[in-house]
């Protein structure tokens, strides 16, 4: 009896990687078949290609800098904090009353309201309170849904985090009202002004607010990076990651690193928040649930508690998504499906992410 | 006034009565060990001492200080320091990160290079290690550094938590040479270990405890005479 165990556990492992790796290979070669298809038809010129990739990039970017906040908070408490799309959501919501506030502010010297005359410190000043304000709610929620069950089991602050996620939803729809608003920009950041490219005969618009984003993301991206890696203060994040007992026994305050890694996981979700309002334009109390999905499918993607993987998991969920329906000649409509997808196909075969960070036992 | 005064203290995890009042004084520069059998409460007795457990009842005394309701990450600022148990390295920092993580209590940058110094003098293996991932180090070498963290701390008392654990022998031996080493440079250090004879080789006094009560306290030479030491954790008959 106790001879033929392991092999039976043996054969079962070699008969999935057989059926994984069939499954694989029909798959590839369905997606190199259509892409063929759509590619050889001419469908979309090279300039659409372009315009998708750029598109894709954007997104991708703002993806990347939500997919951050997770795997932040994941990688010290090991839990999905599921409603940081919605500090998403309440940095989005800052951003637009900051803009809707400077927008009623007259400036007598040059005839029209603050946010058109001071254009960059509206935008900074935006950023700042939607980071802030996101950065408050990260660190409030933290301290109310999260921490009384420090030590619970691992499914009961998840369960929290859900129930946190439909409160703030739904005390944002009654405090701001469920209708959509837009964002108004100031003149400099209007969505439809941007470099123009030529591109196979073809104008592709290069927009002032996607650089903006894309730009700022990238530099969020790596000041958290240097943050993380560089310094003295993301070194003791990473040690409180590894061991809370240890990390404590070196004289670091554990429960601070915790609540500050909400805060900085908060502000770097509201930053997405004012991009995502620049960008989009539209804002209502669901806009954070989507892309927060979308975040945490990046996040698993470039495996989860990894940072650098977050960032390129981002980027890649962007890309794809974006060229995706393109590509396999499908509704554009279905871009969510092929994103989810992803992330099935990622939580099946290679949970541990693309990037393939050892997760240690504690972890998984 | 000793050093470390635990005063009767009593433990529990959730229901289990693990301390059952253990008392132990720890004079200045002594080495001190508690030895003992599995179970019997050495490491919930230094676990209490560094503040990871709370004694529910009973007081600790650090330097004439009240200490049992100190968090654990504030009393390295005090001057204790442990090396828990299994050595607790930060596996996927490099070894400076860790001796940085060690010297976190230790603000200032000029006094690091200095402690870094001493510690590298006291384990130059380390010093060749220093950008290696310390997931990757042997026993022998992640012991070395859990000791050279604490060390990084400038600790007045080290409490060591079975730095004999998991090591060959030869190593055994040359990881207590580091410790008188240390404590000749005016470090208390109180010594869990389940070895006993290596514990009583290097320690001034010794407690024995047994299933969460002291059952016996002596010098250290006494307790190697003692025959119910021998029979139980010398392993002589």
């Known amino acids: ?364 | 006034m000793a050093m470390l005064e635990v005063n009767n203290i009593h433990t529990y995890y959730g229901n289990i009565h693990a301390l059952k009042g253990v008392s132990i004084t720890v004079e200045e520069k002594e080495i001190v060990t508690l030895i003992g059998g599995n179970g019997a409460g050495k490491t919930s007795t230094l676990r209490t001492i560094s503040g990871l457990l709370k004694p529910r009842l009973g007081d600790i005394y650090f330097e004439g200080e009240k200490i049992s309701d100190t968090p654990a990450h504030e009393l390295v600022y005090k001057g204790i320091t442990m090396v828990p148990e299994g050595r607790g390295i930060f596996a996927r920092l490099t070894v400076f990160e860790n001796l940085d993580m060690g010297a976190y209590s230790q603000p200032d940058r000029f006094t690091f290079d200095d402690d870094l110094d001493r510690v590298y003098q006291l384990f130059p293996r380390l010093k060749e290690r220093e950008k290696q991932v310390s997931g990757t180090l042997s026993g022998g070498e992640q012991q070395m550094l859990a000791t050279a963290r604490a060390l990084m701390a400038n600790p007045r008392l080290l409490l060591m938590d079975e730095p004999s654990m998991g090591l060959a022998p030869i190593l055994v031996e040359s990881v207590f040479e580091t410790i008188v080493e240390i404590n000749k440079t005016g470090t208390t250090i109180l010594l869990v270990e389940q070895n006993a004879t290596v514990a009583l080789s290097v320690a001034n006094r010794g407690y024995v405890l047994q299933t969460g009560e002291i059952v016996l306290k002596d010098s250290a030479e006494n307790l190697r005479k003692d025959e119910m030491v021998q029979k139980a954790y010398l392993g002589i008959e």
Do not use: C
Not at chain 1, 102 to 119: C, E, H, N, R, W
Not at chain 1, 156 to 173: K, M, R, T, V, W
């Open chain 1, 1 to 364: 009896m106790s001879e033929t165990k392991p092999k039976k556990t043996t054969g079962r492992v070699n008969s999935f990687k057989i059926i994984q790796a069939i499954i694989s290979v029909l798959f590839l070669a369905f997606l190199s078949w259509r892409l063929y298809n759509v590619i050889s038809s001419g469908v979309y010129g090279p300039d659409t290609w372009v315009r998708f990739a750029i598109s894709g990039l954007i997104i991708g970017s703002v993806y990347a800098v939500i997919a951050i906040g997770y795997t932040l908070v994941y990688g010290i408490l090991f839990m999905i904090n599921f409603a940081h799309g919605e500090l998403m959501m309440i940095g989005a919501f800052s951003g637009y009353f900051v803009f809707e506030a400077l927008k009623s502010i007259p400036v007598a010297a040059t005839g029209m309201s603050f946010l058109d005359s001071y254009q960059i410190i509206s935008v900074v000043l935006a950023f700042i309170v939607g980071m802030f304000m996101a950065a408050l709610s990260g660190y409030f929620l933290e301290k109310i849904a999260y921490r009384p069950l420090r030590g619970a089991p691992r499914l009961i602050p998840l369960i929290s985090a859900i129930g946190a996620s439909i409160f703030l939803q739904n005390a944002a729809q009654v405090t701001f009202g469920p209708q959509r608003r837009t964002y108004t920009n100031p003149d400099a950041l209007l969505r439809s002004q941007g470099w123009r490219i030529p591109i196979g005969g073809e104008e592709v618009i290069l927009t002032y607010t996607g650089v903006l984003t894309f730009v700022l993301s990238i530099l969020l991206l790596i000041g958290l990076y240097t943050l993380v890696m560089r310094t003295r203060y993301g070194r003791s994040m990473r040690a409180v990651a590894e061991n809370k007992q240890t990390a404590a026994l070196m004289g670091i305050n554990v429960d601070r690193i915790i609540s500050n890694t909400f805060i900085i996981s908060g502000a770097l979700g509201g930053a997405a928040g004012v991009m995502w309002g620049i960008h989009n334009g539209i804002i209502y109390h669901f806009v954070g649930f989507i892309p927060g999905i979308k975040a945490f499918t990046a996040a698993v993607l470039g495996g989860i508690g990894n940072i650098p993987g977050a960032m390129v998991g981002g980027l890649l969920l962007g890309i794809v998504e974006s060229l995706g329906p393109a590509a396999l000649g499908i509704d554009f409509q279905l871009k969510d499906v092929i994103a989810f997808s992803i992330l099935v196909l990622i939580l099946i075969f290679r949970p541990s992410g693309i990037v393939g960070e050892v997760l240690t036992e504690e972890k998984v």
